[in-house]
DNA sequence: TATGAATGAGGATTCATTCAT
DNA sequence: TATGAATGAATCCTCATTCAT
């Protein structure tokens, strides 16, 4: 007896992130996210072509969520120094949100996926606003080579530090903010 | 047909490194491995008693290698910035060479085996030991939230360089000093 | 090709009674299961947890319907020792029908099952009330050490001629009567 | 460094008993064999074809000093039913001895191997020949029908009895006696 | 469209057997 | 002759994927 499923994206998305937050990214299998969010295997490939393309939606669309976010910190009518740190601020708050997704990214080299190009295309583009509002600003003057290892570190050191040092938010936090100003 | 075969550990550990760089820690089989050491299966469980076993050894015995050769560098006649210089480049080029596996200390949670407490204790006391040094040596303090977090980092920082920015081994070695320059 | 399959426990039944027969319990593994009653082997495990639990059922099931078969006979208007006559010969039939599933009760330690405690429970509960009427209707008295020792033997000692002297089933029979009305 | 193996078939002999009393006929693996007789795994097939044959030949070793047991009895200067109650003691206490080998026997249907058909023809020739006496002395008659079961009962309930009630040896051999007596 | 039973290749592991030493 | 490392088919079991309903 077919039935019209309501938000059926959404109800995988959570069911996902769920699941991979509980068990890890390896160990989420179609039928665990099948019963988790109450709808059945078949139906999960009407929606995605195979396993793969479930979970790396997933994890994009919760990376596109954290973007979106962090741009709204870029239209802020801050200094940029006050925007990188609260910058930080919220890429923190974002990953420690969703713990495991953030760290799966880097555990099952996801990011060679098609998907993750676009999602490091549009965190690329907002972290060099953010550093050139910063040059502008302060005179500075970072160079290409620099900047592109840069802003990949500060996102992976942000997730270790998730990862990491539990419990231990605000150090983590000052300690990312502290190097950044070293850094930058 | 039963044969001696010669170097069996050194083939496993071969097959075992190449097909972690090529595939990924989660997706090497036993078959696999046995394939490509040219090793019956069977052969390998006269070795290690299990596929963890096997998998962990490899990578433990890769990273205890890289130690090894990072000891050294601290016991030499040199100023402790250079002794930083050069542990940094000793570094990068250990974690090149075996590409893929210098990675999966990091994923796969590899570091909660009994077998990585004792290495990341080593990495740690390295470490330390060098900061220590550069202290001293300099007359600078780092508190004791600010080292635990920067061991990571800096292994952190290596790993994705080699992974991320292939055949720009100057550059990253440069960046590597820089940026460790101006953090300690 | 996924298909809904009819009657399937009835298949694994009757395929696993096929192979236990012929080959014996020990030698029957999954795969010759899933051949012998055309069901793929995965789908045998969404029936049964694993290979344990669907040998035990079916022998479990298969006792159990012989116990049904005999408890109906202790019902019966007759004096207690036609029952007994009944008792072996039905008895016999049974484990005739289902030749090698009737030994797995006694062999490969099955007995220590929690199902064939149930099922030697039964049986001996059966096999009591049995002998009580006996013993009542003909003032006998049998000692417990002599009825617990028995109840096994007749179940053994059935299995035996069953298994031991094929086509010679009135002869077989005729025997067990005999001894029987020497013994109880 | 080949060496001389003293006793080398004892030595097996003695490791198959203790093993297959200790774990099991199934359970029990070439190289278990191997690593308790002292003896390397290749050598044993210096001296046995396969497993099997390995293995049903202990079995028999075993069976056969029981029977040169049982016939010492027949030749003592007893009346029948005297050699009757010390033939049962007797066979009660061999296989007692041997506890797991004498059951695994029934279990693994070992006995449709040519070697058990010879043990089997020579059981039962001394219990016929224990039976002749019994008949001729106390002018009985038992029909070949009658004989060739009760001759494999006794040797089944026996076996029954040894695993089934155990630490009851004394209880046991009366039961035994009793049903002989009662039966013959 | 939604379902979930059915599929079977592929996973880790075992172990009787072989044969170079 | 004795050895035991090496072999690989066979074990149980899992799970992404399919398709009749």
Redesign the interface.
């Known amino acids: 007896m077919p039935k019209i499923i309501e938000n059926i994206e959404q109800k995988i998305f959570n069911a996902v992130v769920l699941l991979i937050r509980r068990h890890?990214y390896?160990a989420v299998s179609m039928r665990m996210i099948a019963k988790e969010s109450g709808i059945a295997v078949g139906t999960l490939y009407n929606y995605y072509s195979d396993k793969e393309e479930l979970t790396t939606t997933v994890v994009y669309l919760s990376w596109k969520e954290t973007l979106k976010n962090l741009e709204i910190i870029l239209n802020k009518e801050l200094t940029p120094r006050e925007k990188l740190h609260l910058f930080l601020e919220s890429l923190y708050d974002e990953i420690s949100q969703r713990r495991g997704i953030g760290n799966e990214l880097?555990?099952?080299?996801l990011y060679k996926d098609k998907k993750f190009i676009e999602i490091q295309a549009a965190y690329t583009k907002i972290f060099r606003r953010l550093l050139k509002e910063l040059q502008d600003f302060e005179g500075k003057n970072f160079g290409e080579?620099?900047v592109?290892?840069?802003q990949?570190?500060i996102l992976?050191?942000t997730i270790?530090?998730v990862n990491?040092?539990i419990e231990e938010d605000r150090?983590?936090i000052e300690?990312l903010k502290?190097?950044a100003d070293?850094?930058l």
Chains 1, 2, 3, 4 share one sequence.
């Open positions: 890890g390896s880097m555990k099952h080299d080579s620099f592109k290892r840069i990949k570190n992976l050191i270790n530090l990491e040092f150090e983590n300690y502290k190097i070293q850094l």
